[in-house]
């Protein structure tokens, strides 16, 4: 089978599909990747892939460039006549979702969250649930990464019931983020946050109570690594890292080693289709604090692996951090080995793998 897979970034499709793409790959398919030139295409050249680059924009709603795109996946269906399309991100799955359904190729599509334009108001939802619609719904399947996702969708009357396919994120595979013994006791509690520094991810509520933290005389410390997708943040985070206190990363090709040194993991995600972050620290045996929301929540096991906090809520999540804070270190460690028996049992990619191709073919 000739399968053609399209997204709108190297690093998301490497990172997190590399394992069903392989499987791809070790059963005889020949695949196709569409997408923009990216750090990690070689890879994905490497393993077996055949790249054809397509510039995808990313931000917005742009008339004259989606229309471009549209035109774009015209011609590579045309051209690889696949037998099977799979789609990941709201314009892959909208316009390559499109070309497939003219061209009457079965596709798959899947969504990684609702993002800002479907979990808002007005016009851009109506606009961004009439073009779902439109490219998304004759899809053979549409898979989503939570419950609360899938159950948002069918509301609007975007996908039948029937269609859809609820999977455990995109799956970790426990071998890679391998267990870590605890940190020392005799340190000072190391949290970190791993994501994109923007408003969404909830860095504004990790500030406000590390701030909190720090007034209460707590001795810990505050890392952060990522890139920064909001410039407003970046003079802020350069005037807090000359304080000891907080430790910028950057942006780490293997986040394990930072995982390693912390003790807790922390992600106060306004919205998320399962963040990949809080399984792979929980794979790592470290305890989390994320929000309630679908996408963080089912990472967190009852209060076994970790605690929840309210969304948008920096009091809640600062009471979440002061209660991790105030554990004994023994009862630290053992929430580590909890995310990591939980993860294993839940979240393993390679189950996440049989239940994605068992609904592709």
């Not at 455990?168 to 940190?183: L, R």
């Not at 410039?231 to 930072?258: C, M, N, V």
Request: charged content about 30%; glycine content about 8%.
């Amino acid at each position: 089978m000739r399968i053609l897979i399209a997204a709108n970034d190297s690093d998301g499709l490497y990172f997190f599909r590399r394992d069903l793409i392989k499987r791809f790959i070790d059963d005889g398919h020949e695949v196709y990747v569409s997408l923009p030139d990216g750090d990690w295409t070689e890879s994905l050249v490497e393993m077996g892939c055949h790249f054809i680059e397509t510039p995808v924009d990313r931000r917005g709603i742009n008339i004259k460039n989606d229309i471009k795109l549209l035109i774009k996946y015209f011609k590579i269906i045309k051209s690889v006549k696949p037998d099977l399309v799979i789609t990941y991100t709201i314009k892959p799955n909208v316009y390559c979702g499109l070309a497939a359904r003219l061209k009457r190729i079965p596709y798959a599509v899947n969504i990684t969250g609702l993002g800002t334009a479907l979990q808002g108001k007005g016009v851009l939802k109506e606009i961004a649930k009439l073009l779902y619609h439109i490219g998304c719904g004759k899809a053979k399947v549409a898979f989503t990464e939570n419950p609360g996702n899938r159950d948002e969708l069918c509301r609007m009357k975007l996908f039948k019931p029937e269609k859809m396919c609820v999977l455990h994120g995109a799956g970790v595979n426990t071998e890679h983020f391998a267990f870590e013994e605890y940190p020392p006791e005799n340190e000072k509690t190391h949290f970190l946050f791993i994501g994109r520094i923007m408003q969404e991810k909830g860095i504004d509520e990790y500030f406000a109570a590390a701030d909190k933290l720090l007034a209460d005389g707590y001795d810990a410390d505050f890392r952060i690594a990522g890139t920064y997708d909001e410039d407003e943040y970046r003079q802020q985070i350069e005037q807090r890292i000359k304080s000891d206190r907080f430790i910028y990363h950057g942006w780490l090709t293997d986040i394990r080693p930072a995982i390693k040194a912390a003790h807790c993991f922390v992600l106060p995600s306004w919205h998320e289709g399962m963040a990949n972050t809080l399984l792979e620290s929980a794979a790592m045996g470290r305890p989390l604090i994320t929000s309630n929301i679908h996408g963080c929540m089912e990472a967190v096991n009852g209060e076994e692996n970790g605690f929840l906090c309210e969304v948008r809520n920096a009091d809640s999540l600062y009471a979440a951090m002061k209660r991790f804070a105030d554990l004994p270190y023994a009862k630290k460690a053992e929430m580590g080995r909890a995310s990591r028996d939980y993860i294993c049992k839940v979240f393993e990619k390679k189950q996440v793998v049989e239940e994605t191709v068992k609904h592709l073919y």
